[in-house]
């Protein structure tokens, strides 16, 4: 009993905010946080800074939205059926990615590279779908130099795009990993950091459908 | 405490393998869970759009109160951001990025409106000079 004390310095005697008997670790009463923690923590700082440019990028289109130039306004080219598809593939992907991260909790080779596959294709269905809309949307004439409004659109959109994009080359990565190197703690530490990457995409998503699509629409 | 000694040391194990493997069970209805929240208030959002029962100018505030919704409940679900105590600085780093986000989204879109509430409209202004 009394080397157990000895082995763990007590920051806090009196256990205040602590519920039940267990010390936090990484709160300097349970030893330090495992590594895991730690580089969740540094990945998640970094998704933070992403929010923060994103934030730049709609405050960009929400002070644009009605400089049209005499060119279409949002409600004459959004075309929601395309969007929802979209909404769909996005969220069908970050779930198949949750998939993934119970199969590699498991170790389950099998299960990982299936659930990362189907993470894969439905992400690039996302990303086939915005290119079409982006390509349609050029052919009319409606391209970023049209007017602000698309400028701020296209900005917004599409670097949510090339974010996915990027994203959707990290996850081959992850599975050329996961099949030549096997479940390595580091290895599973970078999925960690891709399925939190993914899964912020996908909320980043849920902001640009029901602000700029949505809400443009009915504007 | 020796007990709590010992059980720190087997999670220590558990990090060094690459993950936790007690929570597999409650993980795959957490999924299932946040997805299928995920979809009502997709289907609610697109509903909202398209509908003409609610007051337009109400619309707006709406879609945004269904999506700070499913943002939410992305976080809690998929990216399992808990009050756990290894979850604070989470919570703490997350709070002060919202904060930043607001103050540029709200601060531009303000500052801008009066710039625009402010500003001579440029035939005006040639009318004045001349």
Not at chain 1, 139 to 150: H, I, K, N, V
Not at chain 2, 1 to 17: A, F, N, S, W, Y
Request: charged content about 10%; glycine content about 10%.
């Amino acid at each position: 009993m009394s080397s157990a004390d000895a082995t763990i310095p007590i920051a806090d005697p009196y256990r205040l905010g602590h519920r039940g008997p267990n010390l936090a670790r990484g709160h300097g009463g349970g030893g330090p946080a495992s590594k895991r923690v730690i580089v969740g923590y540094g990945f998640w700082l970094f998704l933070l800074s992403d929010i923060v440019i994103f934030a730049c990028l709609f405050a960009t289109y929400a002070v644009l939205a009605n400089a049209t130039a005499g060119g279409p306004r949002a409600k004459d080219i959004f075309e929601l059926d395309r969007v929802a598809w979209e909404t769909a593939c996005l969220l069908a992907s970050s779930f198949f990615c949750g998939l993934a991260t119970i199969a590699v909790a498991r170790r389950n080779q099998i299960l990982t590279q299936a659930a990362l596959i189907a993470t894969g294709l439905t992400g690039l269905a996302f990303i086939v779908l915005e290119a079409s809309e982006f390509a349609a949307l050029h052919a009319q004439g409606y391209g970023p130099t049209r007017s602000a409004f698309l400028t701020g659109f296209f900005t917004l959109v599409g670097c949510h795009g090339v974010h996915v994009t990027a994203g959707l080359l990290w996850l081959g990565t992850m599975m050329a990993q996961f099949f030549a190197k096997g479940f390595r703690p580091d290895i599973g530490r970078r999925f960690l950091c891709f399925s939190m990457f993914w899964h912020f995409l996908d909320v980043v998503w849920v902001a640009i459908f029901s602000l700029v699509y949505l809400v443009g629409t009915r504007l | 405490m020796t007990i709590d000694v010992h059980r720190h040391g087997l999670e220590d194990e558990e990090d060094d393998k690459g993950g936790a493997s007690d929570e597999n069970s409650a993980q795959l209805w957490t999924y299932v869970l946040g997805l299928a929240l995920a979809t009502v208030l997709t289907v609610a959002s697109f509903w909202v759009a398209k509908t003409h029962l609610i007051y337009d100018p109400g619309i707006p505030m709406a879609l945004a109160t269904l999506a700070v919704a499913q943002m939410g409940i992305h976080l809690v679900f998929f990216l399992h951001l808990t009050t756990a105590p290894d979850n604070t600085n989470n919570i703490l780093a997350l709070a002060f990025g919202l904060l930043i986000v607001g103050l540029v989204i709200f601060g531009s879109v303000w500052i801008m409106a009066h710039l625009n509430h402010n500003l001579m409209p440029m035939q005006q202004l040639m009318q004045m000079q001349r």
